[in-house]
């Protein structure tokens, strides 16, 4: 069956105020994703008001006590976290709430931290803007909760879901972004292109942790080896030598493949996702969108120019 989508037009995006000049936009690096993320559910929200018949879903995967703190002293020197990378990880739900005179007709917020849920949801529920909405807090891996929100879009069509996924690492397995496919979902997703991804592909191309970066991108060992990975062969006293070194460029090409994979399952996929960089100017994140949509990626597309 033909998957239904919501009609966006050009008026839609004026109307929902994305060609409008943005006073102040930004601020530190460290908001740069949330602004944009939260400028782009006002957009949908009121381009959806006007389209009733539909069942609005938010669904947040990593949403979590509101904050993304890593508390392994070791891992953050492992991965040399600086402190403002931290402060990236704050979550999304309040502001998502704060949106005035629009609304979602359910939240969801998913996490594996049932203690800090627990906290979400005592502050969230003590806020004004919170009345009379549907909040739902469910914990658990947020893959097996994207698999359950696939089923449910694709046995009512009337649904439609923005779903945002903030991982820390590279926590989304690909099967359950598959499963979205042929859903009527907006997705926003973080790829940890520098801050891990990077890192487990080693210069030299052994690959230790191949399985991860396999159920990551959805694709296999040879794969990534070929898109990672160059083979010369140079003559030596003992005859013909095979050196691999990796590729240039990687965290760049990281985010590129990434964005072709999502290509599989959504038909319009921002181009070039905003590049979160660290203090130092290193590339860590990449934050790309994706959607059914022509309208709903040009919107988007839109926002994430202006930051």
Known sequence: MRQRYPHFSASDTERAGVSEPEHGWGGPWTERKLEAFAKYVRAYLTIMKNQPHWKKIYFDGFAGSGTRDVENSKLKQ??????????????SAERVLAIDGFAFDFYYFIDHDEGALTQLRERLEGLPQS??????????????HLLDLAN??????TYAALVFLDPFGMQVKWESIEALRGTRSDVWILIPSGVIVNRLLDKKGELQNVQKLETFFGLSEQEIRERFYKTEVSPTLFGQEEQISKITRPIERIAEIYVERLKTVWTHVTE????????????????????????????????????
Do not use: M, W
């Open 78 to 91: 492992q991965l040399s976290i600086l402190p403002e990378e931290e402060a990236l990880y704050k979550g």
């Open 131 to 144: 009345a009379g909405k549907k909040l739902i807090f469910r914990p658990g891996d947020c893959n097996s």
């Open 152 to 157: 449910a879009l694709k046995q009512n069509q």
């Open 272 to 307: 070039k996702p905003l590049c979160l960089r660290n203090s130092r100017g290193v590339p860590i994140f990449h934050f790309v969108f994706a959607s059914g949509n022509p309208t709903a990626k040009k919107i988007a597309a839109q926002i994430l120019d202006k930051t």
